[in-house]
């Protein structure tokens, strides 16, 4: 399946795509993931998203655009998280995509669910695993239960970075949920929802896709 997962910062969409991919194998794309790597190994790419990242902007269309197409090119099935995130992107992606999309999945939640998600957010340095303090807490502490690596708040994850990703969603990325409902690839799921029961809905819309 080639899926778009899509919806406001915290919405859950990187927990559902890791939990997608572990069951079904298809690779993840994550825009996001591959952008924070990148400043990690500080490569050119890198060194030039850093200061969007930071100020909760978004990294410039050319930059994401050449990464996804990389990355895609020879993939058959692959969740998309993180891209598009614009208009532009999404124009962008019907150009490089080899085969259509089969659904966009929105993650539909509500503003002040998000602000408790993303202020009680650790990930994993190493290994890139998601937790949360209290409803996905890890089992070792303050460290990753998966590698044992210290677990760290996302530099992005401060409550001014955090406003600001909010304001560019609405104003960037929110259209998106119209332009793929006219197109009839949108799935909406309720990302209010506990973690198991949003993945029910998943498995569920993609049924509905197959
Ligand atoms: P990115 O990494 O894509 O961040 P985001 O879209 O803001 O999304 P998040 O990773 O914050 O949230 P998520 O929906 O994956 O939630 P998660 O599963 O972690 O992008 C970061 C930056 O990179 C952007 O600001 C931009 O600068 C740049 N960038 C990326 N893509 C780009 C693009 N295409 N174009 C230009 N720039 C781009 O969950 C959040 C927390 O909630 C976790 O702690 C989790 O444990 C918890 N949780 C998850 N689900 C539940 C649940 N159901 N109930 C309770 N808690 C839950």
Redesign the pocket.
């Known amino acids: 399946m080639r899926l778009v997962f899509i919806?406001a910062?915290?919405?859950?969409?990187?927990?559902q795509a890791k939990r997608l991919a572990a069951e079904k194998g298809y690779p993840i794309v994550?825009?996001?993931?591959l952008?924070r790597a990148a400043i990690a190994e500080q490569t050119p790419l890198g060194q030039q998203a850093h200061a969007?990242?930071q100020r909760?902007?978004?990294?410039p269309d050319p930059l994401?655009n050449q990464l996804v197409a990389e990355r895609i090119a020879t993939l058959e099935s692959f969740i998309l998280?993180?891209?598009?995130?614009n208009l532009t992107?999404a124009q962008m992606l019907e150009t490089i995509l080899p085969q259509p999309l089969s659904a966009v999945v929105y993650?539909e939640i509500s503003e002040d669910a998000l602000i408790a998600?993303?202020g009680?957010?650790r990930i994993c340095p190493q290994c890139g695993a998601?937790?949360?303090i209290t409803?996905?807490p890890s089992t070792a502490g303050d460290r990753c239960d998966q590698c044992g690596a210290t677990l760290i708040t996302r530099e992005?994850d401060q409550p001014d970075t955090i406003r600001k990703?909010f304001s560019v969603y609405r104003e960037q990325t929110a259209p998106l949920v119209d332009y793929y409902r006219q197109r009839g690839l949108l799935r909406t799921v309720n990302?209010d929802?506990?973690?198991d029961a949003?993945y029910q809905q998943l498995l569920s819309v993609l049924c509905e896709s197959t």
Do not use: C, M, S, W
């Not at 910062?9 to 927990?15: D, I, L, V």
């Not at 994550?30 to 993931?33: E, F, I, K, Q, S």
């Open positions: 919806g910062p915290g919405a859950g969409k990187g927990t994550a825009t996001g993931d952008l969007y990242i909760g902007e978004l990294v994401v998280d993180g891209y598009p995130r992107q993650f998600r993303l009680g957010r998601v937790f949360h409803a996905n992005d990703r990302a929802a506990p973690p949003v």
